[in-house]
């Protein structure tokens, strides 16, 4: 549809671009100027490329408008619309590269979700964070060790934050059935830099269906289907966090995944656990994290109002 | 930043954007898998170029939300955020382009802008548009002929939207001290396709600064200001419809329009006009309508609900 049969002139203004750009002021940071110049050539270069026109722009405002007034406090619509084109995922990527550069041996880390919580209760080691545990749901003893991913040593006093939805599909913020923090809870590694607890084996669910999200995966005509996991956080003083999510193998979407968060690296093998009339599996996931040499670079592009973080 | 020393690996997985575009389903509509294509390419190849960092996405997604949390019946800040970055300029000049490629004479187009009503009074010819003229304002006598871009013949029975912005900046339906429907109107060619009212010279305003869009201009060290102009939408049956804007030759901010709208054939001379105790100055501006060979294509990208277009 692009292609032009008069070459010598070009079919849109070829200078529109490089005025939008040339628009900054001598005041923009570097970073933003950095960031901005690419996204405009690349939000124009898209434009121009399938030609969009003006109701089908109108149609995408429309949809950006409507996440955001979707979003609340236990809610990111937004976030969403960008998890199910891969943006998110893709972001996780690129940072985990940039801040491991110097040392190769760190957990991947794979996306957020929108279902943390600040506030994890600190729980004992080898406790449970199932409290309203369905008929259906299969306890596991989750266990392992937190290693110097340089020294191999174990390193006492990381803090693991762990969260999952039940068998229903629904984190407990979402399901008025279950207990405040079920599910969720926050764990200090020993001096063997061990950890352990109990959990539910995770089962696959939807994302939120109901919003712009669930009407671009509609229209694109894909499952909203995560695959079963286990969502992590794990934190030391002196080492880059991580902030991950674990896949149970035999789940299924583990190809096709609503998120795109799935890195083989990341999937595990959940084993028959005998001798514990508590758990009818186990899995053993030791972790490794990366000393924290550099400074880590906070998000500062809109920096010197409260107002972007909270609107 | 994004170059690999070691050319032979690529510094991300080279397969996850063909991945997400591959997620598309058999049933997504092809204009819809087009335009998803090309975005998702352009997005995740932004992500790389600059290393965007999770920080930074999700400050642009609670700018996204914002945008949306602020939006209501009489704002669209999604859509001034994109104004900003020149998006809507853009369509707006493929969106013409492809309308007219079967006639070369048809009046340049720009565009709407977000205070157009859709319930504007049909008035005289030659009557007037403003009724709380200011002390400062000076009255312009507008007047022209509509033609049929081909033949050249007038056309009688054209309706002409035209609105304007008071000279303090703000439209009627922005200011609670201008009359309900001041300062706009609808107006019908005669039977010699000839239009007239009485408006005033329309002067210089900043757009609104105080939601994404402006947090978005301040860190770009951008004014918000554009220039001195007036909003035309010419429909007839048969020919395709016409937004435009006409802007002051003499108006501050020709070469720097906060959202990116002036083209040179939209650029008018007011001059001074004698004889007449209404009116300072006068405007002759005349129209060609392109006819209307082609359906006009709907924005149907997100079809299937009513959500999109009244969330």
């Known amino acids: 549809m692009a292609t032009n049969s008069n070459k010598e002139e070009p079919r849109f ?17 570097p ?22 026109t003006v109701d089908e722009w109108a149609e995408g405002v429309a949809l950006m408008n409507w996440a955001g007034q979707m979003s609340n406090d236990r809610r990111n619509e937004g976030q969403l619309v960008t998890d199910v084109v891969g943006l998110e995922s ?62 191999k040593k174990p390193l006492a006093g990381a803090t693991i934050d762990v969260w999952q939805a039940s068998t229903n599909g629904l984190y407990e913020q979402q399901d008025e059935k279950q207990v405040d923090h079920n599910l969720r ?11 352990a607890w109990y959990c539910i084996r995770p089962t696959p669910y ?24 286990i969502h992590l956080i794990v934190m030391l003083d002196g080492y880059k966090p991580i902030t991950t999510q ?9 190809d096709d995944d ?36 550099d400074t880590v670079a906070e998000g500062t592009l809109l920096a010197g109002s409260g107002a972007i973080s909270n609107p």
Chains 1, 2 share one sequence.
């Open 185 to 195: 809870g926050k764990f200090v590694t020993d001096e063997n830099g061990e950890y």
């Open 206 to 229: 939807p994302i939120p269906f109901d919003g712009p999200a669930g009407k671009l995966l509609q229209v694109l005509d894909r499952h909203p289907y995560r695959p079963a996991h």
């Open 246 to 254: 674990i896949f149970d193998k035999d789940s299924k979407y583990l």
């Open 13 to 29: 203004d070829p200078n529109f671009t490089q005025n939008v750009i040339n628009a900054m002021g001598p005041k923009t940071s």
């Open 90 to 151: 893709l972001v996780d990527e690129i940072t985990y590269k940039k801040a491991s550069e110097a040392t190769d041996y760190a957990t991947q880390s794979a996306i957020l979700g929108p279902f943390f919580r600040h506030d994890h209760p600190t729980r004992e080691k080898g406790s449970t964070i199932t409290f309203n545990t369905p008929e259906d749901a299969q306890v596991v003893y989750m266990y392992g060790v937190v290693t110097d991913a340089k020294t």
């Open 31 to 52: 970073r933003m100027r950095e960031v901005m110049t690419s996204l405009i050539q690349h939000l124009h270069d898209f434009a121009r490329e399938i030609e969009l």
């Open 258 to 293: 609503s998120v795109f968060a799935v890195k083989d690296s990341l999937v595990v093998e959940f084993t028959e656990r005998k001798g514990d009339s508590e758990a009818k599996y186990e899995l053993k996931y030791d972790i490794s994290l990366a000393p924290n040499n």
